[in-house]
């Protein structure tokens, strides 16, 4: 069982930043891939960026290439997401999620992912 907490959403202004944290329980978090997804209201739920287990590959969806960066810690259990310049089309409820797998490259298919936080809001103001 992997719990995951996402905290650091709000609400921002375009073109302002915005740093995700999702902090997982095991300590065995080296041993899965992290991916971060979004779900804008009334849509579906959406890959937005990931990083492997060892931090050596990262995956972004178009519309946030260039503009957020995934990383993670793997001494504090942690991955990140940071957004910045920030569009009124980024708001949506943002996940992490944990891919036991394992593999060399980030999935972007949701049911590569076995646990789910809870979710995080992020609202862009226009």
């Known amino acids: 069982q992997v719990q995951l907490e996402e905290s650091g959403g709000g609400l921002v202004q375009a073109g302002g930043s915005l740093r995700l944290s999702c902090a997982a329980s095991?300590?065995?978090?080296?041993?899965?891939?992290m991916g971060w997804f979004r779900q804008p209201p009334g849509k579906e739920r959406e890959f937005v960026a990931g990083v492997s287990w060892s931090g050596g590959s990262t995956a972004y969806a178009d519309s946030v290439k260039g503009r957020f960066t995934v990383s993670r810690d793997n001494a504090k259990n942690t991955a990140y997401l940071q957004m910045n310049s920030l569009k009124p089309e980024d708001t949506a409820v943002y996940y992490c999620?944990?891919?036991?797998?394992?593999?060399?490259?980030?999935?972007?298919?949701?049911?590569?992912?076995?646990?789910w936080g809870q979710g995080t809001q992020v609202t862009v103001s226009s």
């Open positions: 999620a944990a891919d036991l797998r394992k593999a060399v490259w980030v999935s972007r298919i949701l049911r590569d992912y076995d646990y």
């Open positions: 095991r300590r065995s978090f080296t041993n899965y891939n």
